[in-house]
């Protein structure tokens, strides 16, 4: 067997061997791929199923149990100071009814007053809130209770029927 002849028989050899080499990597990436893809689909359809007990999980934590319930405590105690306040401002809007200060404090205390209602009402609602609300807070803020209606008190009337 001559040098030349050698060299095209080990050069034969090493074209098998790529091919057969290149065969493997083409096979293991087909098989990586096959993989990843099959993984992807698998949590695509379980990712309704998973969101929902993530979910419940999120709502059901420590934290978020204690931090619902003591922030429907300081909403509904942040509603009633309010229009605790939405009547010590009226008063004084009355004595001098030209103060166009003391209208605009009253005019923020009213609004500061009917969004901090609608925040409590959207609380009662969330996914995350509903179910920690104690139950002797209302459920709902009731706009035509005196204590909550984020209106003055009306002015009380003295037995003969004359007004302060």
């Not at 379980?46 to 993530?54: L, P, Y």
């Not at 920690?132 to 008190?153: G, H, Q, S, W, Y």
Request: hydrophobic letters at 35%; glycine letters at 8%; charged letters at 25%.
């Amino acid at each position: 067997m001559s040098d030349k002849d050698e060299w095209r028989e080990t050069r034969r050899e090493a074209n098998r061997m790529g091919r057969f080499g290149l065969g493997w990597i083409l096979a293991i990436v087909g098989v990586v791929a096959v993989i990843v893809v099959g993984v992807w689909v698998f949590k695509v359809a379980t990712s309704d199923v998973r969101g929902q007990g993530d979910a419940e999980r999120t709502k059901n934590a420590a934290p978020n149990r204690i931090a619902q319930q003591e922030g429907f405590h300081d909403r509904f105690q942040g509603i009633l100071r309010l229009d605790r306040q939405i009547n010590d401002a009226k008063i004084a809007w009355d004595v001098d009814p030209d103060d166009l200060t003391l209208r605009t404090n009253y005019n923020g205390l009213v609004s500061n007053c009917q969004t901090a209602v609608g925040e409590y009402n959207a609380q009662t609602n969330k996914f995350t809130a509903e179910e920690f609300r104690d139950a002797e807070l209302p459920a709902e803020i009731n706009m035509n209770d005196p204590l909550t209606d984020c209106k003055p008190d009306p002015i009380p009337t003295t037995t003969t029927g004359a007004t302060r």
